[in-house]
């Protein structure tokens, strides 16, 4: 049982130290981009949603059209 609790919190340990590594990677990016690239970014996310539920509507109308 002990070696399986030491197995565990190596695993655990490693797994704190990875997330907080990927959250530190993530703030170092974020920092080193400029505001205008991140609202650049989020720019085109919020088109790109836009543009799937305008496809969404526009496919919906047209089958809604054959079929009448």
Do not use: P
């Amino acid at each position: 049982m002990l070696t399986y609790r030491k197995k565990f919190d190596a695993i655990n340990d490693n797994w704190d130290n990875t997330q907080s590594r990927l959250v530190i990677e993530d703030e170092n990016l974020i920092d080193s981009l400029k505001q205008e690239e991140v609202s650049r970014q989020f720019m085109s996310e919020n088109t790109s949603l836009l543009d799937s539920i305008m496809l969404f509507i526009v496919i919906g109308i047209a089958i809604i059209a054959i079929i009448l």
